[in-house]
């Protein structure tokens, strides 16, 4: 089956600081792949979805200067959260299709905690 | 505003009950639906789509689809305590299951 990888799982940084999360597809080509944030007991909230060789599409009220997403390949995304402050705290998750069609799959999400 | 609104719960069945899990969508425009299963801290890890009227079943699970009335349900059956998570119900605009939008989830509690 599809597998969507992300890394890191975890990540604890200072306010202020800069963090990457990588999502990839393993066993198959992306064209599209979507970053998701969700808060503790609140749903999955699309923040941006990420085409490969072009800019990313981000939904209303999302900074695209403070969420960077870079697609760079058929199996690579990229989400840095710039200049990191508390209330950036959260799940982040990716997920990804297959080119050739199919259901979404997710990544196991980052848990990045900033302090 | 294109929303998917599903009970909040907790639903709450004993081991061995059917599990009824139920989702409204507003977007009569949507084609495909899928259901997640996602248990605390966790990713979202997918169960079953339906994109026809009717009922399709794997295992335990049915998903059911009614696009008249706009809604979708998942049934467990033989529910096991291992089944108790948030149930996320998701619907894309088109067969190609892009962009999802997702419900708030139901928790399930399945007690021994």
């Known amino acids: 089956g599809a597998v969507v990888s992300q890394h890191p799982s975890r990540v604890i940084c200072k306010s202020g600081t800069s963090v990457k999360i990588e999502c990839r597809s393993l066993?198959?080509?992306?064209?599209?792949m979507f970053w998701y944030r969700q808060f503790p007991k609140q749903s999955l909230m699309l923040m941006a979805t990420s085409n490969e060789g072009s800019k990313a599409t981000y939904e209303q009220g999302v900074e695209k200067d403070k969420f960077l997403i870079n697609h760079a390949s058929l199996t690579l995304s990229t989400l840095t959260v710039t200049s990191a402050h508390p209330e950036d705290s959260s799940f982040y998750i990716c997920s990804a299709r297959d080119t050739q069609g199919g259901p979404l799959h997710f990544g196991n999400g980052t848990r990045l905690t900033v302090t | 505003q294109k929303e998917v609104e599903q009970n909040s719960g907790p639903l709450s069945v004993p081991e061995g009950a059917i599990a009824s899990l139920n989702c409204t969508y507003s977007d009569r425009g949507s084609q495909s639906f899928f259901w997640y299963r996602q248990y605390s801290g966790k990713s979202p890890e997918l169960i079953m789509f339906?994109?026809?009227?009717g009922d399709k079943e794997d295992g335990r699970f049915t998903a059911q689809l009614n696009k008249a009335s706009q809604y979708v349900s998942l049934l467990i059956r033989d529910s096991q305590p291992s089944d108790s998570a948030t149930y996320l119900c998701a619907g894309s605009l088109n067969s190609g299951y892009s962009t999802l939008t997702f419900g708030k989830g139901t928790m399930l509690l399945v007690s021994p």
């Open positions: 066993d198959f080509q992306a064209t599209t």
């Open positions: 339906i994109y026809s009227n």
